[in-house]
């Protein structure tokens, strides 16, 4: 087969091993700078422009979208889809899970656990707010931000209230979340593939750091999933649409509690800490569908 990666950074390690576990299964893989793309819409006959030539006889695309250009790298995804060439992840899955507030309200209608979340247009009555949530100490994420980036620990109601109104001031869009103090700085990431947890580890934020993300300096370990760690990974996947993603769950004194579904998670952290060929398993799964 044929086998487009769709990634800006062909030197990832992400996309790497994508490479190097499609060729060795004997695939062509080629790497593809979605911004790159030209896409030429015409009546029956989508077409997309890449570096003086037109992309042809391609069976399966793997897009590897970062969060800054989710609306061309969505389009173009789209484009593929509507020359009838099977996506790894839909354009449609892609748009939901980078709509924070969506994403929430999806999850939140498939009976998944998550924190206590309130969206405001900037509320002037912050207390209302902070008490929606359980009171202080209170996260308040950026709906754009990735990675830890944008997201703070609010101790007490006055400071809440600052970061609300410092975020409005830059016309930001922000929800407050509360705050998982048992959860103690850690998190867990289950990767799914084809509706099968293919592997999980727990992600533990450095000293004096409530963010577990390992961009952030975190360490990461494998972990055995309970039942109920497991049911809720999928659940929360197959609510997004998502045929391969990451879940970022809470451990907490009520059973997990759902962060984020990543349409585009990373695979170094989880093979390092599992051991685990995932790259392989992704693999396997265009197999099946084309």
């Known amino acids: 087969m044929k086998i487009i990666i769709l990634s800006r950074q062909p030197s990832l390690y992400s996309t790497r091993r994508l490479v190097e576990a499609g060729e ?5 893989m080629k790497i593809i700078d979605h911004l790159k793309c030209n896409i030429e819409i015409e009546k029956k006959n989508p077409r997309i422009f890449y570096q003086g030539e037109y992309l042809e006889n391609v069976d399966a695309i793997i897009p590897r979208i970062g969060a800054s250009v989710t609306f061309y790298g969505t389009a173009v995804v789209r484009q ?16 939901r899970s980078r709509d924070k507030l969506r994403s929430l309200q999806l999850l939140s209608r498939a009976g998944v656990g998550m924190p206590k979340t309130v969206f ?12 929606s949530v359980g009171g202080a100490p209170v996260v308040l994420k950026l709906l754009e ?20 109104e410092a975020f409005n001031g830059l016309e930001a869009r922000i929800i407050v979340q509360q705050f998982i103090k048992e959860a103690g700085g850690a998190d867990i990431r289950a990767f799914i593939v084809d ?5 999980a580890m727990k992600r533990q934020g450095k000293e004096g750091e409530f963010r577990s993300n390992l961009h952030r300096g975190g360490s990461a370990n494998i972990i055995k999933l309970t039942e109920e760690e497991e049911h809720t990974a999928l659940i929360s996947a197959k609510a997004m649409g998502l045929g391969v993603a990451g879940v970022d769950m809470l451990q907490s004194k009520d059973g997990p509690l759902v ?3 990543n349409s585009s998670p990373g695979l170094e952290g989880i093979e390092k800490a599992t051991g685990t060929d995932i790259a392989s398993k992704i693999i396997r799964y265009v197999e099946k569908n084309v």
């Open 24 to 28: 060795k299964m004997g695939h062509e």
């Open 80 to 95: 593929f889809e509507m020359m009838n060439i099977f996506s790894v992840v839909e354009s449609q899955a892609l748009v």
């Open 120 to 131: 405001t247009n900037f509320s002037k009555n912050v207390k209302h707010v902070v008490d």
């Open 145 to 164: 931000g990735t990675q830890g980036i944008g997201v703070i620990l609010a101790d007490s109601q006055n400071a809440a209230g600052s970061v609300m």
């Open 195 to 199: 509706g099968e947890v293919v592997g």
């Open 259 to 261: 962060l984020e579904v």
